[in-house]
């Protein structure tokens, strides 16, 4: 089954805790992205990429990494959280650009005390 | 930049009306629009995008959008609304770069 997978999907962790989601997709597409979901923002982009080792900022990267060593995952690292990255994290995919149909996963809950 | 503005948040509509879902756009380039749905306690799911060509885009669900370049406008329609309707439907931008704008949301209600 086509599908992108996040993990985990709840966590509640403490300020500075380092800590990272994972998102992996199993349909070969070349443009991944992280958006955050926040009531009355919509979803904001924080960083996508267009293939392996290529990485870009979306509108709100500041307190994010990404890495792109393969194709198929695409982690969020969060160095150093703070309580205002608490959030519903989406990754989404598509074959080659946004423009594509995204494919979203099902969301990554996190908590920041 | 781009931007999506989206004028309703909350929309209730009884079973089997109408309705319209408004969004308007900025951009200083053309764009690409798109809408999605987010069903409650899921991800987001493409309902229907313009690219290029006809302005009346036809997505999936009875759904549709036109492009108004000149009000900078794609409104989301349907004809006749299901209770499974109920969702937020969020409207979204990319310029021919690569990043993508998605507006605030407006949560539609559908009742019986």
């Known amino acids: 089954e086509a599908q992108v997978t996040q993990n985990p999907r709840y966590l509640i962790t403490v300020t500075g805790k380092k800590l990272t989601v994972t998102c992996s997709q199993n349909?070969?597409?070349?443009?991944m992205s992280w958006y955050r979901q926040d009531p009355g923002l919509g979803l904001r982009q924080i960083y996508y990429?267009?293939?392996?080792?290529?990485?870009d900022k979306g509108d709100v990267p500041e307190g994010y990494k990404v890495s792109r060593k393969e194709k198929r995952n695409f982690p969020l690292i969060l160095e150093s959280p703070s309580p205002n990255q608490t959030s519903l994290y989406f990754c989404?995919?598509?074959?080659?650009?946004?423009?594509?149909?995204?494919?979203f996963g099902p969301g990554t809950r996190l908590t920041v005390l | 930049a781009q931007s999506v503005t989206q004028l309703d948040s909350q929309v209730p509509v009884f079973e089997e009306a109408p309705v319209e879902l408004r969004c308007n756009y900025s951009?200083?380039?053309?764009?690409?629009l798109f809408w999605y749905v987010q069903y409650p306690n899921q991800g987001l799911q493409l309902l229907l995008k313009?690219?290029?060509?006809?302005?009346l885009v036809k997505g999936i669900n009875g759904f549709e959008a036109e492009f108004n370049k000149s009000q900078t406008s794609f409104h989301l329609r349907k004809p006749s609304v299901h209770i499974s309707d109920t969702a937020e439907y969020f409207c979204?931008?990319?310029?021919?770069?690569?990043?993508?704008?998605f507006g605030p949301g407006t949560r539609l209600s559908v009742l019986p």
């Open positions: 349909m070969n597409h070349e443009y």
């Open positions: 951009s200083s380039v053309s764009v690409y």
């Open positions: 989404a995919s598509s074959l080659s650009g946004p423009t594509d149909t995204q494919y």
């Open positions: 979204a931008v990319s310029d021919y770069g690569q990043n993508f704008v």
């Open positions: 990429s267009m293939n392996v080792e290529v990485t």
């Open positions: 313009y690219l290029s060509g006809s302005t």
